[in-house]
């Protein structure tokens, strides 16, 4: 698997991932992958879980995040750490945009060309 080793902000490479969400994979290595979610106000991150570990850091807006049965209100500035194999979901009170590390890489989140 090939790193991406650096990524140029630009507008383009952004993914629908569920209505009203959208995704970027900016960079990743061997071990971790940083990706860019803008969400739209009013919707909804259904509840799901994965292998992965998942960091992640509120730069704009407003989200109520639910990690295992606890609920999280979440403002600029605050961050967030859940497990691999946990359910969670969220709920997009304002338009808001979150960067998120996962460890180790999803590879489902590996732009095509990637996944050979």
């Known amino acids: 698997m090939k790193h991406q080793r650096v990524s140029k902000n630009s507008p383009e490479g952004y993914i629908e991932a569920v209505d009203g ?37 509120l730069v704009s807006g407003h ?22 194999g946990i359910d969670h979901s969220a709920e997009l009170v304002e338009d808001s945009v979150a960067i998120e590390v996962f460890s180790p890489v999803r590879r489902d989140y590996l732009p095509d060309l990637e996944l050979e």
């Open 63 to 84: 989200i109520v995040l639910m990690i295992d049965n606890e609920k999280y209100d979440m403002l600029p500035g605050d961050s967030w750490a859940i497990p691999g």
């Open 21 to 57: 969400i959208y995704r970027k994979t900016l960079v990743w290595g061997g071990n971790a992958l940083l990706t860019e979610f803008k969400l739209a106000g009013g919707k909804k991150l259904p509840s799901h879980k994965h292998d992965e570990e998942q960091v992640g850091y």
